[in-house]
């Protein structure tokens, strides 16, 4: 797990275990690991790439990315660029 950071671990994680959906066109909702609670993601589809979270970690950090987040991004780049990242390493 050299090249990847503890957040896009537990974000592949969460992709791997099927805790993300896409409830809109940019929106997305992500499990918590635990089942507890849901949360929002939105890909604001800006040239700056922005994407935000309603957890705590990203409201908190809002300049990095949350594994929620990570969660998503590994979804998009399986179903747009059809790149399976999701099982095995990076």
Do not use: P
């Amino acid at each position: 797990m050299s090249h990847m950071s503890m957040r896009q671990a537990r974000g592949k994680d969460l992709a791997r275990k099927g805790k993300v959906s896409r409830t809109g066109r940019h929106t997305w909702r992500v499990e918590s690991s635990d089942g507890s609670k849901n949360y929002t993601i939105t890909d604001w589809q800006d040239r700056d790439n922005r994407f935000e979270c309603t957890c705590y970690d990203y409201r908190k950090n809002k300049s990095s990315v949350c594994k929620h987040i990570s969660a998503v991004k590994f979804i998009l780049v399986r179903d747009e660029f059809g790149l399976d990242l999701i099982g095995g390493d990076l």
